[in-house]
Every structure is written in C-alpha cells, then in structure tokens.
C-alpha cells in the first residue's frame, strides 16, 4: 500500500516565462532485445504534452509474440491552471478497451503546496477509495511540518504512519526527522524513528539516527559524518558509526575518504572497515580526466592483502557527449572485456541511441538497444536559462555524486531538482545560499545508468536553469 501511495509524479513543471525559447521534449521511446541473432521488439512508450511542455500522457506498448505492438497501459494527467497536475489516472489495456485501474487525486493550498493526495482502484464498476496522504503546517519556503499516511477500511480513512520534520531556522535544511506508526488498539502515535541533522555551509556535517528504548524513550543508534575541505568547499571523508550502550559511546565502523586533482575533480576514493582500532582498506577507486574536465577512466579495485582489480570503464566523447563506454572486469593483474555501451545524438545533443553489447570472447555481441525522438516547442524560457553565472556541472558523467558550481547574484535559496528522461524526478535538494560562489554535491548513488537533468532554481526570483549529465557507474 505505501509503495503505491509514494509513486511520484510523472512529469516536469515549468514556470511560464515572457521571452521565448526553442526546447526539446522526448515524444516516444523504443526498447529492443537481441535474441537468437536478431532484434525483437521489448517495449515502447508515447509521451504527450501541452504547449507550457507539460506531460498531459504517458502510454506503454509491449512487444506481442505475433510481432505487433499492443497497447499496455497508459497514465493521462489533468493539470490545473498553473500547470500543477490534479488528477493521475493509470489505465490497463484488456480485452481490447482501456480500463480504469488505478487513480491519484492531489489538493492544494493557495502557494500552490500539496495538501492531500487521495489514492483510489477501480472495483469494476466506480472507485474506491484505499488510501491517502496529507501534509500540514508549510513554512515560507514550501516545506511542510508533518505528513500522515492513511488507509481506507470501513467506510472511513485510518492513520497508519507520519512524518513530522523541523528545520533549521524554520527554512529549507532539515534539523529533524521523526518517524510515527499508529497504533490502533491504544489510539496512540508510536515511536518508529529520528533523524538528526547537523550542516557546515548548508552542507550535511551528520546524521544521527534514534530509535525508540524499551521506555520509548529516542536513543541513539547510528551516526554518519560528513567532513569537508572549507576553502575550497568539498567532501573529504564519509564515516558511519554505532553506538555502543555498554560503553555509552560512538564507535566507528567504516569510512570513505576522497581526495581531488588540482582542478577540484574528484581523484580517488578508498572504502576502509575500523578494525582492531585501526582504518583497514577495503576497496579503492580512481577517476581519470582528459584536458576538458571529462572523466575518461574509472577504474575500482578491492584489497586482499594485496589490491586486486575489479571494475574498469573508459570514456570516450564526441563533442563532450559520451559516445562510448568500455567496460571490464578484473582477473588477477589483467583486465578482460565485459560490455560495450554506444550513444548517438541528434544535432540539439538529444540522445536518440544507445546500445549495449556483451563480450563473449572472442567479440561483441548486442544485447539491448533503445530509440528516442523528440518534439520542439517554443515556450517562455529565456530568462531563466541563464539565471546563472558560471554555473558548471561535474563530473560529468558522474558515478557516486555530482556537483554543481554556480555564482548567484545575491543570498537565496537553491532547489536542485534531479529528472530522468521521463520526467521523474529521483532526487530534490534546497539549500540556502549565501555566498557569491556555490557548490552543492548531489548524491548519485541511488541513480541508474543514463541521461538526467539537474533543474537549478532560485527559489526568490524563481529564475532557473537546466543542465543535462549522465550517470556511467
């Protein structure tokens, strides 16, 4: 029930601007397999959109035996007046008609806040109504106080689950996370989890994770750190801890450290284990760049008394886009060929190929192969694509984070965004900012392979400025 009530939307929202922009939207997308020496069809999706570029549908077709595409299932958005979306209607293509499956309503306040998200099935005949979502208590800056999951039973919603969060100086960084389950035979909120965060210059410095005692009361469990270089800004050293509650105190159980190259790329990283009050290694990798800043080799390797090799890519561009990805798997001091990844663009650098082959030996064999193609539209975003100065991203293609370096005009707050080619977005991060060059470090680690958009927005003027990257692990 909870994984379906957290599906997120679908689509990216964009602030209508006067100036006028031509920009590029996927329209449709084709996956194939290999197999038995020839290309089968796997799957394929349709995207539709309004003149603001805002997905109004998403339909999937699936390869049949009999070599055609039939429908599969498809997700059609009603979008209010400033673009939000208040309706996300799944349907199931069965028995040759679209029939209703799944259903998400959403509310808002009027600064345009999510106040409740309904979720409802189809019976057959009408909808019923399974579960919701409602968040309360939005500060300034759009970010809210508490969030309440409910189910449907008897004719009424029931509590099952909350969130309640504070924030730094009641703005966007978050200082607390606690975690509630309901328990109904006692009509009480029960103690589930907390999270505590410190910051250095808006960045995490540590989070301490509680969890509820045999007297309820929060005691601690866990710590992860975060220390960094201040001038310039960046990430040293990760270090995860346990408490210990016979010894009433932290002890350390593993650490990453990373170390960067004169150009602030980052150079190597080393996975380390603490044993026998010492740092033992555990794993290493080390990035590579050519004179234009793009990594062109990764390579990792664990340690056995010795280090061994384990995983080797490299990188080549074509108009700083990447072309080809070469993989290899470690065997004692050589590396074997594993896999072959190539990419294709169009003129506007819009992916429109890629393919994967697996090595067999003796040569390449193709695996997978997808198309893209896409629209233009002309819409208001002039303005905001250079809201920016300087801004630059890197690594590029990225692995375990990214970053991203902008010059802002003035003391704001920053959103970054993360989106996937279909317009979902996997990670969001607000960070204040009050110095005149910023960097802030977005975590990839949850990503998979492929093409993303970072949305950069100045959440004063409401200025923004999209920046595509790939992630290659």
């Known amino acids: 029930m909870k994984q379906f009530l957290y599906f997120l939307l679908l689509i990216c929202t964009f602030s209508q601007m006067k100036a006028q922009v031509v920009v590029y ?3 449709a997308q084709r996956s194939d397999n290999y197999l038995n020496n020839a290309w089968t069809g796997k799957d394929s999706f349709l995207f539709s959109y309004n003149n603001d570029t805002l997905m109004t549908s998403l339909q999937a077709l699936q390869f049949s035996a009999s070599n055609t595409w039939d429908n599969w299932y498809k997700y059609t958005y ?11 209607l799944r349907e199931n293509w069965v028995a040759g008609n679209w029939t209703n499956n799944t259903r998400y309503t959403y509310s808002y306040d009027a600064n345009s806040n999510i106040t409740d998200i309904l979720y409802d099935v189809w019976s057959g005949a009408s909808w019923s109504p399974t579960g919701k979502i409602s968040y309360t208590g939005y500060n300034a800056y759009g970010k809210y106080q508490s969030e309440i999951l409910y189910v449907y039973g008897g004719g009424a919603y029931t509590q099952q689950s909350k969130r309640d969060r504070t924030y730094v100086n009641n703005q966007t960084l978050v200082a607390t996370d606690e975690k509630y389950t309901w328990n109904n035979q006692n ?3 029960v103690k589930n989890e907390r999270l505590s965060y410190t910051y250095i210059q808006n960045e995490i410095s540590s989070v301490t994770r509680l969890l509820p005692d ?7 469990e866990d710590k992860f750190l975060y220390n960094f270089n201040i001038t310039p800004f960046y990430l040293l050293e990760y270090i995860a801890q346990k408490y210990d509650t016979a010894a009433m105190s932290w002890k350390n159980l593993n650490r990453v450290t990373y170390a960067y190259n004169a150009d602030t790329l980052l150079d190597k990283t080393q996975n380390e284990t603490f044993l026998n009050n010492t740092w033992s290694p555990v794993e290493r990798a080390q990035y590579i760049y050519n004179g234009s800043k793009e990594k062109i080799e990764y390579f990792t390797e664990s340690y056995n008394g010795g280090w061994d090799k384990l995983k080797r890519s490299l990188y080549s561009y074509n108009n700083s886009l990447l072309a080809e990805e070469d993989q290899f798997t470690g065997s004692g001091n050589t590396w074997l060929a594993s896999k072959k990844l190539l990419y294709n663009y169009d003129a506007n650098n819009n992916l429109i190929y890629e393919t994967a082959e697996d090595y067999t030996g003796a040569n390449f064999t193709p695996v997978t192969r997808s198309f893209y193609y896409y629209n233009s539209f002309t819409v208001g975003m002039a303005n905001r694509l250079k809201s920016f100065a300087g801004l630059t991203i890197y690594p590029n293609p990225a692995t375990e984070f990214v970053n991203i370096r902008l010059n802002a005009a003035q003391s704001t707050t920053i959103q970054v965004n993360i989106l996937d080619l279909y317009g979902k977005t996997h990670v969001v991060i607000t960070q204040p900012v009050s110095t005149p060059q ?4 977005i975590p990839c680690a949850t990503l998979q392979n492929g093409l993303y958009f970072a949305q950069i927005k100045d959440l004063q003027d409401n200025k923004q400025q999209t920046v595509k990257f790939q992630i290659v692990k």
């Open 438 to 441: 910023a960097l802030l470090q």
């Open 214 to 220: 045999a007297n309820a009361n929060w005691a601690p």
């Open 25 to 27: 939207k996927k329209t």
């Open 78 to 88: 009603t979008l209010t007046a400033n673009g939000k979306v208040s309706t996300q």
């Open 187 to 189: 009509n009480v909120w």
